[in-house]
């Protein structure tokens, strides 16, 4: 079975620094990869997808993503932080071309930004 | 605009009583799921169904039940089996009920006993 690690639970980041969200997944093929974010008592909201061909992934907000076969590894990344983007990320990994519809979450990464 | 939507917002049960949770999506999705989240345990599967009238257990399904009568409606009962029901409820929806594709998801139900 699929798995996925956050290693860190929370990172304070200074406004306008970069950031790197680190996210590490088990699985024996290459899986449909994705990022969260969670605002407090909000849903989750899709920052961006992996599925196949470019391994740099561009989503919204100014958010990027790069898929490591290598590494098993799949970074969030964003060059200048800004306080609205303190927020929980989560990282999420799928079975492509499987009957399994479910996702595996990581346990997410708490995101500070300090002025 | 289409998406997904739970109600309410917030929820208060007393000891010994049961409480549905209602989820709605107008987005044509064939696959819906329940989450539960507690600080620092990330996601947790209740249940999903992948197509109407089917569901199937996720990782903590005890406690809870779920239908799907209707392909815009997946409703989550938490019954009174469910000895720590105090926790954040999501409820989301994936278009296809295969492969891993993205789920969206609705803003949440916030479940505490009085």
């Known amino acids: 079975a699929q798995s996925v690690t956050q290693p860190d639970i929370h990172i304070t980041v200074s406004e306008g620094a970069s950031l790197e969200l680190r996210c590490n997944y088990s699985?024996?093929?290459?899986?449909?990869l994705f990022w969260y974010v969670q605002s407090p008592g909000q849903g989750l909201q899709l920052l961006l997808k992996?599925?196949?061909?470019?391994?740099l992934v561009q989503g919204i907000k100014g958010f990027e993503a790069e898929f490591k076969r290598s590494q098993s590894s799949f970074n969030l990344r964003k060059p200048s932080v800004h306080w609205s983007d303190a927020a929980e990320y989560f990282c999420?990994?799928?079975?492509?071309?499987?009957?399994?519809?479910?996702?595996?979450f990581g346990k997410g990464t708490m995101l500070l930004v300090s002025p | 605009d289409g998406g997904i939507t739970q109600s309410p917002k917030y929820l208060f049960r007393k000891e010994g009583q049961n409480v549905t949770l209602s989820c709605e999506q107008n987005?044509?999705?064939?696959?819906m799921y329940w989450y539960r989240q507690d600080p620092g345990q990330g996601l947790r599967l209740i249940y999903y169904?992948?197509?109407?009238?089917?569901?199937q257990k996720g990782d903590i399904a005890e406690g809870y039940s779920v239908s799907r009568e209707k392909k815009e409606s997946f409703p989550l009962t938490v019954t009174s089996a469910q000895k720590n029901p105090t926790a954040f409820y999501l409820c989301?929806?994936?278009?296809?009920?295969?492969?891993?594709?993205?789920?969206?998801f609705g803003d949440g139900t916030r479940l505490s006993i009085l």
């Open positions: 987005l044509n999705h064939d696959a």
């Open positions: 992996y599925f196949s061909g470019d391994t």
């Open positions: 999420a990994v799928g079975v492509p071309y499987s009957g399994y519809s479910t996702l595996t």
């Open positions: 989301a929806s994936s278009i296809e009920g295969t492969g891993g594709q993205p789920q969206h």
């Open positions: 699985y024996g093929a290459t899986p449909y």
């Open positions: 169904s992948q197509i109407v009238n089917d569901f």
